[in-house]
């Protein structure tokens, strides 16, 4: 079973909850797909035992032995990549589509181009299994790609490892990776919380995941912060036949927990946000065991 984590926006406290429901799985592959800001190792702190380059595409790079400094590149990089600077023309890694019409036009045949090949994906072990992750190098592209990869380790992982369970972190938004990481999976939790921002995230999220038609719910993090958008959120997921699965207090046992390399329910599993979690992971155990004998029959 693949079950996702997604939310509109960061901050919402995705990571922390995906963290908790993989201890309260006791045994699942783990797969943090919010390529861009993967943290989860941080929390379960894995020992790596493979790492793999992810080419996220290419760079132009210029020879200045060869450059005659006639400008030309920085006349046709539409993405605006090419700048004078210091006596030269140079190429800003960040700006640069790599798509290639610069080595292409440049007379003196000075630009070539590079593969980016910073962008890592990470296996491991932690106390709870096996985790895949992945890290895009900053300015680099092709997230979606990179999430691809990094879910197609996990069920090869889930099929060697015969754990059944893939917990997956996604990435905040509704762009190309989220996509990337919810498509084909079995159950998704959308995480937010009560300021308008989340709100209208969580609208545009709602949407995304009915057009995947994939059975979807809503946490409502740190719902006590402002209890009215709390209960416009209930409210529009009323409306939409949004089941919510649970509403958590705020708690500052969140941060402390990943302070200590734990989840929350390693650290305070009495607490409210604790119970309100163990309550959604039996639920979701409850509609698996349903799911399997209507199969059956
Ligand atoms: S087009 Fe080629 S030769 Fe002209 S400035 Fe650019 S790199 Fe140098
Ligand atoms: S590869 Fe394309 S985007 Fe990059 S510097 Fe050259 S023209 Fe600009």
Request: net charge negative; charged share 25%.
């Amino acid at each position: 079973m693949e079950i996702a984590v997604i939310s509109g926006k960061g901050g919402t406290g995705k990571s922390s909850i995906t963290a908790a429901l993989a201890t309260l799985a006791k045994s699942a592959v783990l797969a943090d797909c919010d390529v861009d800001a993967a943290n989860m190792h941080l929390i379960m702190n894995p020992d790596i035992r493979e790492s793999f380059v992810y080419i996220a595409g290419e760079k132009a790079v210029i020879d200045y032995a060869k450059c005659r400094s006639c400008g030309l590149c920085q006349d046709y990089c539409r993405f605006d990549a090419i700048r004078f600077g210091e006596g030269k023309y140079e190429i800003d890694e960040v700006s640069c589509d790599g798509c290639k019409l610069c080595s292409r036009i440049c007379p003196a045949g000075a630009i070539t181009m590079h593969k980016n090949d910073k962008s890592r994906m990470h296996t491991g072990i932690y106390r709870y299994g096996h985790m895949v992750f992945g890290r895009l190098e900053p300015g680099e592209e092709n997230s979606g790609k990179l999430v691809a990869m990094v879910r197609s380790k996990a069920r090869e992982m889930s099929e060697k490892s015969g754990i059944n369970t893939i917990l997956i972190d996604s990435p905040p938004g509704i762009g190309c990776a989220v996509i990337s990481s919810v498509t084909g999976v079995d159950r998704i939790f959308i995480v937010t919380e009560p300021s308008l921002s989340a709100f209208s995230d969580l609208k545009r999220t709602i949407e995304l995941i009915d057009l995947l038609g994939t059975r979807m719910s809503v946490i409502i993090n740190k719902y006590d912060l402002a209890p009215h958008v709390s209960d416009i959120i209930e409210e529009y997921c009323r409306e939409k036949g949004v089941e919510i699965s649970g509403k958590l207090p705020f708690d500052e046992e969140f941060v402390h927990s990943m302070v200590q390399c734990k989840s929350i329910i390693e650290t305070k599993p009495d607490s409210e946000a604790g119970i309100v979690l163990s309550e959604i992971w039996k639920k979701l155990l409850n509609e698996k065991i349903r799911k399997q004998i209507s199969t059956i029959n």
